[in-house]
């Protein structure tokens, strides 16, 4: 099975041509991917990611923290060109052809009228482990 897999519901997991990948290493990490993933129709400006991941944060750590955690990120995703568009004001998740993501396949699944693949795609809750509600209450809005 080739190309990046990516589940987000239940126990946060990546892998990539089969194998699995090492864990990102925070929740913060984790709901960094699914922030991008869930919103990844529209650019994200990096200073409201910054503000929603560290609200307590001066603006200049906020800064640093988000450099710091997308440096993480980009680590861990193999050619995470591919799947990520950075910017110096925004970053927005572009996936690939030949990457799956079980967020993506729900919706889209929910949106054709397959329930069934929708429940074949549904892991439990999103980020389960690691519950972020910065990441889910915008999800719901």
Request: proline share 4%.
């Amino acid at each position: 099975m080739g190309g990046l897999r990516i589940r987000l519901f239940g126990e946060v997991e990546l892998s990539f041509a089969g194998d699995r990948l090492p864990e990102l290493g925070s929740v913060r990490a984790e709901s960094l991917l699914a922030y991008l993933v869930v919103h990844r129709r529209a650019a994200v400006p990096r200073q409201r990611l910054a503000d929603l991941l560290w609200p307590e944060s001066s603006e200049q750590q906020e800064r640093t923290n988000l450099r710091q955690l997308l440096h993480r990120l980009r680590q861990a995703l193999p050619d995470a060109d591919r799947f990520l568009e950075v910017t110096s004001r925004a970053l927005r998740w572009r996936g690939a052809a030949d990457c799956w993501v079980d967020v993506v396949a729900f919706e889209e699944s929910l949106a054709d009228g397959d329930q069934s693949a929708a429940v074949e795609a549904y892991g439990g809750d999103l980020l389960e482990g690691s519950y972020d509600e910065r990441v889910l209450v915008p999800w719901s809005a």
